[in-house]
């Protein structure tokens, strides 16, 4: 259920593992162009292991779901305006294989969700099937009663290496009881080669969420560092590269925020659950959405004085060599300096061909490097992409550079 960064790369692995895969979403382009034998996102070698998969009629995509032995739920688990989880796309997955649930089928929510969401889920399906025992871990279900079994097996992976770490890397299954625990650890067993290591649901959902709460804390620190530094006339990253020879420290890398679906979202979950109580994690958050407005500030501040500026951002994505847009800080940049109308901002983004909707109206224009470079007064480098590795600093003498990623180190 959802055939995006994950979904997708999931159900074409499963297939060529020889499960027999209905991928599902709720796009209508998405599903034509899978059952094409082609993708909608990048992902290297995704292309390849989706032609094969549908190719072999292993893997079909539909805009319905169908009886299945496993529902695997990968849907987007996005954050309101006020930083609420909007749970809107698990509570829609789940009421849509309501119905195709049968005694012993077992749904596994793989979307990094709040904690209690396995849970709710569980009450959703009980609700819609009262034919079926839901697993609880306060009712036995005595034996031969018809039931459904629910675990969570949050994903783990990182954008540009999802088919590797999808076999390679540690997973963590935690099920509504003790059999729906097992029954996950024995699926992800046939296609995973880390370790599948078993506990409760609750522990599984807060394992995912602690594990990005910890590098935004440890990227909060590198981000504060760099505005320190500023002030101190200090090379971050120097600092950074002497601090990291203690045996004991590992600094991340300074950026212009924190972007993705999982770092800058998780922590909220976690805040949310907590009925705010989280001191740290929300001052984690609070350095890293700063260091984006401070980025907007610099570029501002550059533009006084310069007639009718133009703009270059480098990089629109939330990390390197990947088009994955979602909360990404250089797309907020670009949206806050178009809507101060600091100057005309060109984007270049070599991952994607057209922009966003929200970017492309704002007046922001999508160009090539060699276009930004010649046409810029200042070149704000957000995202290092390899293609911007070779850029010749040269051509950068005349200009005004802000480098937020340590792309001309």
């Known amino acids: 259920m959802g055939l995006g960064y994950i979904g997708l790369p999931t159900a074409s692995l499963l297939a060529t593992k020889g499960f027999d895969v209905l991928g599902v979403d ?17 992902e290297p070698g995704l292309d390849i292991l989706v032609r094969s998969a549908v190719q072999s009629g292993q893997l079909t995509a539909s805009l319905e779901p169908a009886t299945a032995d496993i529902y695997i739920i990968a849907v987007p688990t996005p954050l309101s305006a006020d930083n609420r989880p909007e749970l809107s796309y698990v509570e829609a997955a789940t009421r849509a294989v309501a119905p195709f649930l049968t005694a012993s089928s077992l749904v596994i929510l793989e979307s990094t969700s709040p904690i209690g969401t396995t849970e709710k ?23 031969g009663r018809n039931r459904f079994f629910l675990a969570h097996c949050p994903e783990r992976v990182l954008p540009g290496r999802i088919l590797e770490e999808l076999v390679q890397n540690d997973r963590v299954v935690g099920g509504i009881d003790a059999e729906s625990t097992a029954r996950a650890h024995d699926f992800y067993r046939s296609f ?6 078993k506990t409760d649901a609750r522990t599984a959902e807060m394992a995912k969420l ?3 709460a910890f ?87 550059k533009v006084e004085g310069l007639t009718d500026p133009v703009i270059a951002c480098l990089g629109l994505s939330y990390k390197n060599d ?39 109206a704002s007046g922001v224009k999508l160009v090539d490097l060699e276009t930004a470079i010649a046409h810029a007064d200042i070149i704000v480098a957000l995202v290092k992409h390899r293609e911007f590795l070779d850029v010749n600093h040269g051509a950068l003498a005349s200009k005004v550079v802000i480098d937020t990623c340590g792309l001309l180190r």
């Open 26 to 42: 709720v796009n209508t382009k998405t599903v034509d162009r899978i059952n094409l034998g082609e993708i909608h996102i990048v």
């Open 215 to 301: 590098r935004d804390v440890n990227i909060a620190l590198a981000n504060e560092l760099s505005m320190l530094c500023e002030r101190f006339g200090i090379d971050v990253w120097r600092l950074i590269d002497i601090a990291n020879h203690h045996p004991r420290v590992q600094i991340l890398k300074p950026g212009p925020g924190v972007g993705g679906h999982c770092i800058p979202i998780d922590p909220w979950f976690i805040i949310d659950s907590a009925g705010g109580d989280a001191p740290l994690l929300k001052a984690a958050r609070g350095v890293n959405q700063t260091k984006t407005s401070r980025v907007v500030e610099d570029v501002q501040s």
């Open 192 to 197: 995973v080669a880390g370790e599948i290591v």
């Open 121 to 143: 889920i569980g009450r959703w399906l009980a609700e819609l099937r009262p034919d079926l025992a839901a697993p609880s871990n306060e009712d036995s279900n005595p034996p």
């Open 322 to 360: 990947v088009d994955d847009l979602r909360e990404s800080p250089s797309v907020e940049i670009a949206l806050q300096l178009a809507a101060s109308q600091a100057g005309t901002i060109l984007a270049v983004e070599p991952n994607i061909v057209e922009l966003p909707a929200k970017l492309d």
């Open 210 to 212: 602690t594990e990005n």
